[in-house]
């Protein structure tokens, strides 16, 4: 009877540490009906608070309509990046490729980022003319003070993407492991293949808790294909109950957004323009 007890109680103990594990891991959901899905997160954490609360939230759905277009404007920004290392990692909510820290920076009104990392979000997290795409990449930027600038670039689903081709071995390696790394060698930030034609500007917030209000974001315009095969390795390799990662549209709320329109082409490699506000 008592090695029962001992048994039962050692059961109990052993539930109780696996639901803590679990309730660490699953801070935040998107699933919708989730004890922790998008229209809760501002209740889960008072740090959190914000996400419900904020004005200039992220994402937002983008349109010419919404926009104020401007052409070549003065006020610049230029983008140097360079081949560096990178490691590919999985948090388990996303798959993110780690940059040593001189791959290279935006500069923005003077101020500069640093490319800090990049990831994917499928289906997107920014909607285009109402509609939601098959994957968004984000480039995300930091000052030394602290303050972020993320570059948004929308798939649809189509022709394979040359940049995940190169990587998708590496996913696989580290698929369903949390904290899973993988060196993926000397890569260029240019290599992703988007360019500063045509894009769109405006302040809002991390699109993940804490929901920040501090990111300048720019969306290029232009539109890139991944393949049904890619999309499935990057959401397949995520941990479960995080099949999709993306937060609904919230409301743009007077915000002014900008959608920039160069006359010559400009690629990662060169400088753009963006008016910022």
Not at 18 to 29: C, G, L, Q, V
Not at 89 to 96: A, L, P, V
Not at 135 to 155: D, P, Q, T, Y
Request: glycine content about 6%.
């Amino acid at each position: 009877m008592n090695n029962i007890i001992i048994l039962f109680v050692t059961f109990l103990a052993l539930s109780s540490s696996s639901r803590a594990a679990d309730e660490t891991e699953t801070a935040f959901h998107y699933k919708k009906g989730a004890l922790a899905d998008p229209s809760k997160w501002s209740m889960t954490k008072k740090e959190w608070k914000i996400c419900g609360t904020g004005k200039r939230q992220s994402p937002i759905d983008l349109s010419p309509g919404i926009a104020r277009l401007v052409h070549n404007s003065t006020k610049l920004i230029q983008t140097y990046y360079k081949p560096v290392e990178a490691t590919l990692k999985n948090r388990g909510y996303d798959i993110m490729v780690s940059w040593d820290d001189d791959a290279g920076k935006i500069v923005i009104n003077n101020t500069d980022y640093q490319l800090v990392q990049s990831h994917w979000h499928a289906p997107s997290e920014h909607f285009l003319n109402g509609e939601r795409l098959a994957m968004e990449l984000h480039m995300v930027h930091k000052s030394e003070a602290g303050h972020l600038a993320v570059i948004g670039v929308l798939f649809r689903e189509g022709a394979p993407n040359a940049f995940i081709s190169r990587i998708m071995g590496k996913i696989n390696t580290i698929a369903n492991i949390q904290d899973g790394e993988a060196t993926i060698g000397r890569l260029h930030p240019k290599d992703f293949g988007w360019d500063l034609t045509k894009f769109y500007e405006y302040r809002g917030s991390l699109t993940t808790p804490p929901c920040t209000e501090d990111v300048i974001w720019t969306i290029i315009n232009k539109v890139g294909t991944v393949s049904r095969e890619q999309i499935k390795v990057l959401v397949d390799a995520r941990r479960g109950g995080y099949e999709e990662n993306a937060r609904p549209a919230q409301p743009l709320n007077k915000r002014v957004v900008y959608l920039n329109e160069q006359h010559v082409r400009s690629t990662p490699s060169d400088q753009g323009q963006v008016r910022i506000n």
